[in-house]
């Protein structure tokens, strides 16, 4: 799919206006469908009148756990799998990234993300001293950590040589009202630093490529991307050649003010060589 380069930005009021002139639908879940603590109701009920208006529903996350995983998170957050047709993760994604690195690999990340190796015949070391790649999920500790606290760890890294591969692109997300480091950070860090980084999630095109198969989607399809993250949602979107529905009031909020203008959002996608076809403050 070619990558869209301009288009015009309007305001909607609602998903219900658009959605009829698309097949698919690749809806980021973390701060769209729920903030890390709740769910959001009226997102939740216009992905199912999405789907029942005929459209197929990808959730497309930078998670870096499995799509099981994440669809037992949203059990819990109450999230009906009325909602959706297929969960697609940044973890999944990157599996084949761990498998062909051959390991042993260096694990960056809590012990809640393990399930991403499940099944794996791949080693994992507790140093870096024998690892042949280091994979980040996460920070260790991420309610009290920031990626300042990972400099000499990188560092080392670094001094080994060692590849990182990225299970979740995203710098930050909301927890409730709090950002939360991502991965992504660490990856940008050590990038930052000369350190070579593998990712497979948003923006990279093997996640839409796996959602595609996952959602047994067309290759001519016309399928619009929903999301809050400017350079995972909307890059990765516009790089593979989706509509883009932007949510406002996610984790750019700040950039966009509280109620922006069609021109100031397009103003600002501009910026970042952006294009999104619609905008609204957050799904419904």
Same mark, same amino acid.
């Given at each position: 799919?070619?990558?869209?380069?301009? &288009?015009?930005?309007?305001?909607?009021?609602?998903?219900?206006?658009?959605?009829?002139?698309?097949?698919?639908?690749?809806?980021?879940?973390?701060?769209?469908?729920?903030?890390?603590?709740?769910?959001? #109701?009226?997102?939740?009920?216009?992905?199912?009148?999405?789907?029942?208006?005929?459209?197929?529903?990808?959730?497309?996350?930078?998670?870096?756990?499995?799509? @099981?995983?994440?669809?037992? &998170?949203?059990?819990?957050?109450?999230?009906?799998? *009325?909602?959706?047709?297929?969960?697609?993760?940044?973890?999944?994604?990157?599996?084949?990234?761990?498998?062909?690195?051959?390991?042993?690999?260096?694990?960056?990340?809590?012990?809640?993300?393990?399930?991403?190796? $499940?099944?794996?015949?791949?080693?994992?070391?507790?140093?870096?001293?024998?690892?042949?790649?280091?994979? $980040?999920? %996460?920070?260790?500790?991420?309610? /009290?950590?920031?990626?300042?606290?990972?400099?000499?760890?990188?560092?080392?890294?670094?001094?080994?040589?060692?590849?990182?591969? !990225?299970?979740?692109?995203?710098?930050?997300?909301?927890?409730?009202?709090?950002?939360?480091?991502?991965?992504?950070?660490? $990856?940008?860090?050590?990038?930052?630093?000369?350190?070579?980084? *593998?990712? @497979?999630?948003? #923006?990279?095109?093997?996640?839409?490529? &796996?959602?595609?198969?996952?959602?047994?989607?067309? &290759?001519?399809?016309?399928?619009? $991307?929903? %999301?809050?993250?400017?350079?995972?949602?909307? /890059?990765? @979107?516009?790089?593979?050649? !989706?509509?883009?529905?932007?949510?406002?009031?996610?984790?750019?909020?700040? *950039?966009?003010?509280?109620? #922006?203008?069609?021109?100031?959002?397009?103003?600002?996608?501009?910026?970042?060589?952006?294009?999104?076809?619609?905008?609204?403050? @957050?799904?419904?």
């Amino acid at each position: 799919m070619d990558r869209i380069d301009s &288009q015009p930005t309007r305001k909607i009021a609602a998903l219900a206006e658009v959605a009829g002139g698309y097949a698919a639908i690749f809806c980021d879940i973390w701060g769209v469908v729920h903030n890390g603590e709740r769910k959001h #109701p009226a997102a939740e009920e216009a992905l199912v009148a999405a789907r029942s208006g005929g459209a197929r529903v990808v959730l497309l996350t930078n998670s870096p756990r499995p799509a @099981a995983a994440v669809m037992e &998170q949203l059990d819990g957050f109450g999230v009906t799998r *009325e909602a959706y047709d297929a969960v697609v993760t940044s973890g999944d994604a990157t599996r084949a990234l761990i498998a062909e690195s051959g390991g042993p690999v260096f694990h960056i990340g809590p012990e809640r993300d393990l399930d991403l190796f $499940a099944g794996l015949d791949v080693e994992r070391t507790g140093s870096p001293d024998a690892a042949r790649a280091a994979v $980040a999920t %996460g920070l260790y500790h991420d309610e /009290k950590e920031t990626p300042d606290d990972y400099r000499d760890l990188l560092a080392d890294l670094k001094a080994r040589d060692l590849s990182m591969i !990225c299970a979740n692109p995203d710098i930050v997300v909301h927890r409730g009202e709090r950002l939360i480091y991502c991965a992504g950070a660490l $990856a940008r860090d050590y990038a930052a630093a000369g350190g070579k980084v *593998e990712l @497979a999630g948003k #923006p990279h095109a093997p996640i839409y490529r &796996q959602a595609m198969r996952v959602g047994d989607i067309a &290759q001519d399809t016309g399928i619009l $991307a929903i %999301g809050d993250g400017l350079m995972t949602d909307v /890059k990765g @979107a516009n790089d593979f050649g !989706c509509d883009v529905l932007l949510i406002i009031h996610g984790i750019h909020g700040a *950039e966009f003010g509280a109620a #922006p203008a069609e021109e100031v959002v397009a103003r600002v996608l501009a910026e970042k060589g952006l294009a999104a076809r619609y905008f609204m403050a @957050a799904l419904a």
